[in-house]
């Protein structure tokens, strides 16, 4: 579907501009100038050898520029032997390289593929630290170096609408800026490796029931607010040199051969001069596909293996099919040379695409004889940056009355939850990781406190398909619980095991949505009955997302969310568990109380439109996560930036200094309590009087400050003019409304310590 006025947003700046200063004589919305210029965006770094590359594609035959636009194996692409070009070498994942799958999906024997496993996405999100995007980063562009591969298919940055979604542990967040801000150091990190990343999946791809061929419909409104923003400043912040366009449909085509998302927003409005992959058999047809946007066809041989392609279209060709290899049967491969040659206009596009996989090529030091930076693997500094994001990613949820920390002087510890004993890198689906090594919660448990204390352990529960609580596991573990001094309590979601039939044991998965929010397998009986058993009781959760603890969390004394947290997860949860580590991480998503009060249920139709399972209605619109729990006055579990500390943190007044259509607020934060620690100071807008309807505040800076007992900081926070802005359906662009505003700084989105009122 094509846009009434895709260029709008091409205005350039002085146009812009006078606009804006018009629009305040008015005092009507104003249209702002762009936070990212054209001199700034980070795009124009990729366009430095298109001489060289312009000459080179004058070299290739037809038949070779189409070779570059396709899958010529699982994770391989084009390569041309004649003109000195490589195939390029594509790798999962979002949090560590992934194990070989071989040219053929079959996997590869001894291969030195256990690598550094990271805290998944959400972990990383939740530490609300972008220099540890950059570090974690920097750990996958090594690791891929090393392994021979020129594109992670990372990061998963697709908004947490729900918290069903099977994939939301690969994910970042529900606020855009949140992701906006972690994107760009992650990006940073792969690509200063000279690794391309691979920013996915583009776009509306918020769920997994269906992912195959859900048509996703919002507003023009929160497409522009919510769902574009993490892309926009993926491509233009973080320089970007590759996306991943998504499975599903949106407004009615495809995603990856969408016009509307490839070519008017990503290539045109905010120059995108990278490359647009397809997900893994997302191409449907070989005309969209080359005229809208899609530069590399991958993984079409998965769909016609599982013959879930229309043949006749993939199969244009004159040859007969038997000799026909899967990869000459792609969208973009005999079809697609046979189209042009009918059709010589399309020779331009070609180029363009070939043109963006060189660019990429060059950018990745594939080309002109230059090297691959060798890259390390499974080095200490590795280990160490799994070990940091999982540490500052954990979330102190609750704790009464100071029972956390654990004293290390206790004598017995039950470790409680089959969790505790799991491994879970190889689980979730694409995004596995073959660790070197995972310690788990209890290894983490036993290395902390060696031969001091007696730790017992009882899983509770058994993980497997439709597994209901037992009765006799429960017993043993009340035993164990009784018996000791302090419970640690591990339980929440699983990842599955078995690739190929993921959904039978997982909860957060590639593939599948999550049944309810429930912890799986009895474990709400479980934990109450534990809790009951002894009350110093610390629950740990492991998880993708939200779980429903409303059951139970008035009984217990403290709960930690520790997501997937990685190699060193254990090591990391013991760390926050007995006070060696301070905790600092904050919800990147809001913990509703019941899966009911979620937007997405409340307002929207997750997971389709009654009666139409293959379409979906983002009526939920702008009010995703604490947009919607503020503006709609419903009391969350957990809110959306929470997380406590073992220590206690004072805001100083705030001052505002307001500018024509910015701000900057500076105010001093203390640390007034006994222990080391960092605090996310968080400043929300709120516009009161709009002329459209506007979430009660909206997250548009933050700042991880660390403080010893004692010390203060002063913090800066810009808010430029984007902070204000909606997007304006009848003008299709940003504006902003003159007018009052307010300014909410606090710890959480429900925690506001300070706020200030301005004009702008
Ligand atoms: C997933 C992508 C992944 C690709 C390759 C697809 O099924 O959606 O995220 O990168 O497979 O493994």
Known sequence: MSHPFPFTALLGTALVCATATAGLAQNKPTATPKATTAASNKQAALLVNDAKINALIQKMTLEEKVSMLHANSAFAAGGIKRLGIPEIMTSDGPHGVRPEQGRDWKGVKNANDAGTYMPTNNTLASTWNPALGYAYGSVLGSEANFRGKDIILGPGINIIRTPLNGRNFEYLSEDPFLISKMVVGYIKGVQDQGVAASVKHFAANNQEAHRNDVDVTMSERALREIYLPGFKAAVQQGGAYTLMGSYNKFRGTWATENAYLMNDILKGEWGFKGLVISDWGSVHDTQKALRNGTDLEMGTDLALMYKSVDQSAATASTAPTAV??????????????????????????????????????????????????????????????????????????????????????????????????????????????????????????????????????????????????????????????????????VGGSTHGYD????????????????????????????????????????????????????????????????????????????????????????????????????????????????????????????????????????????????????????????SVKPGTQSATVTLTVRNTGKTAGAEVVQAYVKDPQARVKRPEKELKAFEKVFLKPGEAKTVTLQLPAESFQYYDEATKQFVLEPGQFEVLVGSSSRDIRQTSNFKL
Do not use: C
Request: charged residues 20%; glycine residues 8%.
């Open 324 to 489: 026909r290899s899967l990869y000459d049967q792609f969208f973009l491969a005999d079809a697609a040379l046979e189209a042009i040659k009918k059709d010589p206009k399309l020779v331009p596009l070609l180029d363009d695409k070939v043109r963006r996989i060189l660019r990429v090529m060059y950018a990745t030091n594939m080309l002109d004889g230059a090297k691959r930076q060798p890259g390390t693997y499974n080095t200490k500094e590795h280990q160490a940056t799994a070990l940091k994001v999982a540490e500052e990613g954990i979330v102190l949820l609750k704790n009464e009355a100071g029972f956390l920390p654990l004293k290390k002087t206790v004598k017995t510890i039950a470790v409680i939850g089959a969790n505790a004993d799991r491994e879970n890198a190889m689980g979730g689906g694409s995004a596995q990781v073959k660790a070197k090594y995972e310690i788990t919660p209890l290894q983490g448990l036993k290395n902390a406190l060696g031969n001091t204390a007696t730790i017992t352990y009882s899983p509770g529960y058994k993980i497997a398909r439709d597994q209901k609580a037992d009765p006799q596991l429960i017993a043993q573990a009340i035993a164990t619980a009784k018996a000791a001094d302090v419970v640690v309590y």
């Open 499 to 654: 690739y190929s039939k993921w959904s039978d044991n997982a909860y957060d998965a590639e593939g599948v949505d999550k049944p309810d929010m429930n912890m799986p397998f009895g474990q709400d009986e479980l934990v109450q009955a534990v809790v009951k058993a002894n009350s110093n009781t610390v629950v740990v959760l492991l998880g993708g997302g939200p779980i429903d603890v409303s059951a139970w969390v008035g009984q217990t004394k403290a709960l930690v969310e520790a997501w997937y947290p990685g190699m060193e997860g254990g090591n990391a949860i013991a760390h926050v568990l007995f006070g060696d580590v301070n905790p600092s991480g904050k919800l990147p998503f809001t913990f509703p109380v019941k899966l009911e009060d979620s937007p997405a249920l409340k307002l929207g139709e997750y997971p389709s439109t009654p009666g139409d399972p293959l379409k979906q209605t983002y009526k939920d619109d702008i009010f995703v996560g604490y947009r919607y729990f503020d503006t709609y006055k419903v009391a969350p579990q957990f809110a959306f930036g929470h997380g406590l500390s073992y220590t206690t943190f004072e805001y100083g007044k705030l």
